[in-house]
């Protein structure tokens, strides 16, 4: 099966979790034998074939520097203002020649099975290029990695039934709807945003052997609370911090970029890092008792909470968006959102478990990792595109 994938970026270009998912998604379609190309953003015109995939970047004067703006590793500060933005929308959402001639022709030189966006392609001309795969009859696929088809950034919500009814008349050159959670899939479907054959919910997956937790791993652990992602307000920082006040001798670390950056580090309220690979990350996790995903807005899946399961430490999260489907809607692991001495308690709770507590605790998140392996990831999406050929 020859698959090409389209996305803003592909890793190590980071915009978020997704860039890992279409990575590991990619690259487990290539270990089973399936040819899987990958045509992206890039700050030059390139081609290479890493880990079986084939990815072919491709440099588009604004649109690059845009994207990589918006990258975690990347020192490009170029974006789009909000009129740009504006400018820019009408190919996501109507018929232009200029898109759709370019797509059909990149479609029809790869011939490929299978067409899939891996990304909301914003500012790409999305519909152009699900109309062109559709009428070369080809099935063409898309994943739900965020709101993007739901809501625009820019518009302060003035302009998000437009966008969603637009579309959802897009969606219907779509095979199938692919999605990291039920939250996320069924929030799409409501707004009419859905593939013409079949919706799928796809859970994300670590890509690696969870460690298996001794008492002395354990003993070894600081008095160290860990925050990693975004540094924005809509993930939930402020509420973070107030919950740390009062509890005596532990630390709040934050690792991330965003808007928030400056004025945390003046704060001193916490310690704030620069984003690092994910290595350096993982030690870091290792290190804290609980690693908390705060978000005030819809996650539409949460991956910190499950490298960090994956790696050992106990995970608490808000009750937005796809974070209780990831913690198995535990309420010993799950907070109001936005309230702080709900998330207080839970801190102090995994602060105050001894090592076997801990250890039973631990354990008990592992077992939910059964659903986010990494073997079972790929044969979902394997079936995914089979079932569309069918």
Same mark, same amino acid.
């Given at each position: 099966m020859k698959i090409l994938v389209f996305a803003?970026?592909?890793?190590?270009?980071?915009?978020?979790?997704?860039?890992?998912?279409?990575?590991?998604?990619?690259?487990?379609?290539?270990?089973?034998?399936?040819?899987?190309?990958?045509?992206?953003?890039?700050?030059?015109?390139?081609?290479?074939?890493?880990?079986?995939?084939?990815?072919?970047?491709?440099?588009?004067?604004?649109?690059?520097?845009?994207?990589?703006?918006?990258?975690?590793?990347?020192?490009?500060?170029?974006?789009?203002?909000?009129?740009?933005?504006?400018g820019r929308k009408w190919g996501d959402l109507y018929e232009s020649r200029r898109w759709y001639e370019i797509y059909r022709s990149v479609i029809q030189n790869v011939a490929p099975d299978a067409v899939h966006t891996a990304a909301p392609?914003?500012?790409?001309? $999305?519909?152009?290029?699900?109309?062109?795969?559709?009428?070369?009859?080809?099935?063409?696929?898309?994943?739900?990695?965020?709101?993007?088809?739901?809501?625009?950034?820019?518009?302060?919500?003035?302009?998000?039934?437009?966008?969603?009814? $637009?579309?959802?008349?897009?969606?219907?050159?779509?095979t199938a709807l692919?999605?990291?959670?039920?939250?996320?899939?069924?929030?799409? *479907?409501?707004?009419?945003?859905r593939g013409q054959v079949f919706n799928e919910v796809i859970y994300n997956a670590v890509d690696f052997e969870p460690a298996a937790p001794s008492e002395d791993l354990i003993k070894a652990k600081e008095n160290l609370?860990?925050?990693?992602?975004?540094?924005?307000?809509?993930?939930?920082?402020?509420?973070?911090?107030?919950? *740390?006040?009062?509890?005596?001798?532990? $630390?709040?670390?934050?690792?991330?970029?965003g808007d928030l950056k400056a004025a945390l580090r003046t704060g001193g309220r916490a310690e704030v890092l620069d984003w690092m690979? $994910?290595?350096?990350l993982y030690t870091y996790m290792q290190r804290a008792k609980a690693v908390i995903l705060p978000s005030k807005w819809d996650e539409p899946f949460g991956r910190i909470l499950i490298e960090a399961i994956g790696k050992g430490t106990l995970a608490i999260g808000s009750d937005r968006g796809g974070i209780p489907e990831v913690l198995d809607h535990n309420e010993d692991h799950i907070f109001r959102n936005g309230d702080t001495e709900g998330l207080r308690s839970r801190i102090q709770r995994v602060l105050d478990l001894s090592p076997v507590e801990y250890m039973d605790e631990?354990?008990?998140?592992?077992?939910?990792?059964?659903?986010?392996?990494?073997?079972?990831?790929?044969d979902n999406w394997e079936r995914f595109f089979l079932r569309q050929l069918n």
């Open positions: 803003e970026l592909y890793y190590p270009d980071l915009l978020g979790g997704g860039e890992f998912s279409t990575k590991q998604m990619a690259e487990g379609l290539a270990s089973k034998g399936h040819e899987v190309r990958v045509l992206c953003l890039g700050r030059e015109n390139r081609e290479e074939r890493l880990n079986g995939v084939y990815i072919k970047q491709k440099r588009v004067r604004g649109l690059s520097e845009h994207f990589l703006s918006l990258a975690k590793n990347s020192p490009v500060k170029e974006g789009f203002s909000r009129f740009e933005k504006m392609m914003s500012y790409l001309g $999305r519909f152009n290029l699900w109309k062109a795969a559709y009428d070369l009859n080809i099935p063409v696929s898309h994943v739900c990695r965020g709101p993007n088809l739901l809501k625009l950034d820019f518009s302060g919500g003035g302009l998000d039934k437009f966008n969603m009814r $637009r579309n959802a008349k897009a969606s219907s050159f779509l692919a999605a990291p959670s039920r939250f996320m899939l069924e929030a799409h *479907m409501r707004a009419g945003i609370i860990l925050y990693a992602g975004e540094l924005s307000e809509k993930k939930g920082i402020s509420t973070l911090i107030r919950a *740390m006040e009062g509890l005596e001798g532990v $630390r709040l670390m934050l690792i991330g970029e690979d $994910r290595d350096e631990i354990q008990g998140q592992q077992r939910i990792l059964s659903r986010f392996s990494d073997d079972k990831y790929t």
